[in-house]
């Protein structure tokens, strides 16, 4: 048994949750959300080299993977694999890439199942921007 780190009620350290004042993982000294995120230390103008982030933070807002290689449910990399993202190359459900492999796309080429793209498209409903805009 320990104290949990908010009310000092006395909780088994594997406690999910404080039953005294609801803390989450109240055995755990600091506790920054639920979830899974690496970082690993190499970093290249700033960014780590590579971010996985399939994390929420306490409050419940998702931790965006920010990297060089970009890996989660939200990401912004040079190289995105996510479920919502942006980059220059990009694999998601959602993006707006140079180039995506998507289900939903706005890129410079993209292979989706509806995108919209400047150079290059192919896909079940893709459309070249300039098509779009000249429609109106």
């Known amino acids: 048994m320990t104290s949990c780190r908010e009310c000092d009620h006395q909780v088994s350290e594997q406690a999910v949750a404080c039953p005294g004042c609801g803390a989450p993982y ?3 000294e600091h506790w920054d959300g639920y ?3 690496y970082k690993s230390h190499a970093a ?3 960014l780590p080299l590579l971010h996985v982030s399939f994390k929420y933070r306490p409050n419940r807002t998702p931790v965006v993977a920010k990297g060089v290689i970009a890996v989660g449910q939200f990401g912004a990399g040079i190289i ?3 479920q919502f993202g942006i980059g220059v190359i990009s694999l998601s459900q ?3 890439a140079g180039y995506a492999l998507a289900q939903f796309a706005l890129a410079y080429s993209c292979i989706a199942q509806f995108g919209l ?3 290059r498209g192919y896909g079940q409903v893709v459309v070249q921007l300039a098509d779009m805009l000249g429609r109106f």
């Open 26 to 28: 109240p055995a755990r």
């Open 35 to 37: 979830g899974f995120e």
């Open 44 to 46: 290249i103008l700033g």
């Open 80 to 82: 995105n694999i996510s």
């Open 94 to 96: 959602f993006t707006i």
């Open 117 to 119: 793209y400047l150079d």
